[in-house]
């Protein structure tokens, strides 16, 4: 028999299912059919399709079977093989190779819970950045302070208090000092959730030109502008 004549015999194979695509120039060809069985797959067509032939010749591992007298065998062996395609229609190409209708799903629904900012102890050491004491005892330390001293500090008072900012801070009794640079902490404590500076300003809508201040009464913003450079005539008339 003529090579030729062989291989209009030939009407299955099996291949890697990982090569179905080979089958894509034939996926309108009527009878063309597939059965998919894990990592391989076994393909089927009407004798005599040399374009399916011709699809599958590249495809590495592929095995081409002939059936005669209800036999089958691999495709150049004259020995029937009991490895052979199963029974039944199969799967058209385009079945196997277009994934199949989907119905969309909604993503499920995240309820938001609203976060409490807070400071708590802990933390690495800070250096001491700000201050916030009662008028009274910046007043005992203004009249005594030098003048590099009250030069050295900027100030702004908030109702009975008093808030500084300066690398030098004075010692004033019952002052609580702060670190930070545009979030104020008081030293020892931390803020919880313990987020990035930027982070802190934005879940509190803090703009530029302000200033953040956290503490156990919860948080303040202050204007930058709103502090001044401390003098003695300044704290005894009440205006910082």
């Given at each position: 028999m003529r090579q030729a004549d062989r291989?209009?015999?030939?009407?299955?194979?099996?291949?890697?299912?990982?090569?179905?695509?080979?089958?894509?120039?034939v996926r309108s060809v009527d009878g063309v059919r597939v059965h998919p069985a894990g990592e391989l797959a076994w393909v089927c067509w009407p004798a005599g399709r040399a374009d399916v032939v011709k699809c599958l010749l590249p495809v590495p591992g592929v095995v081409f079977l002939s059936r005669r007298r209800g036999v089958w065998f691999r495709f150049g062996s004259r020995?029937?093989?009991d490895d052979v395609p199963p029974e039944g229609d199969g799967e058209p190409v385009p079945a196997v190779l277009v994934p199949a209708r989907f119905q969309p799903v909604a993503p499920p629904i995240t309820l938001l819970t609203a976060g409490v900012l807070r400071v708590v102890r802990g933390g690495e050491p800070k250096p001491a950045t700000a201050l916030v004491c009662v008028i009274g005892e910046l007043l005992k330390w203004a009249d005594v302070a030098t003048t590099a001293e009250l030069a050295a500090v900027r100030a702004v008072r908030c109702g009975d208090r008093a808030i500084l900012l300066g690398s030098r801070l004075p010692s004033i009794p019952g002052a609580v000092r702060f670190w930070g640079k545009d979030v104020l902490v008081p030293i020892g404590f931390r803020p919880d959730p313990e987020l990035s500076p930027s982070g802190l300003r934005a879940a509190c809508g803090v703009a530029d030109g302000e200033l953040l201040l956290l503490d156990d009464t919860g948080a303040e913003v202050i204007p930058c502008r709103a502090f001044e450079h401390l003098t003695r005539a300044s704290v005894r008339l009440g205006s910082v």
């Open positions: 291989w209009r015999e030939v009407t299955a194979a099996r291949i890697p299912a990982q090569y179905l695509a080979a089958l894509a120039p020995l029937p093989c």
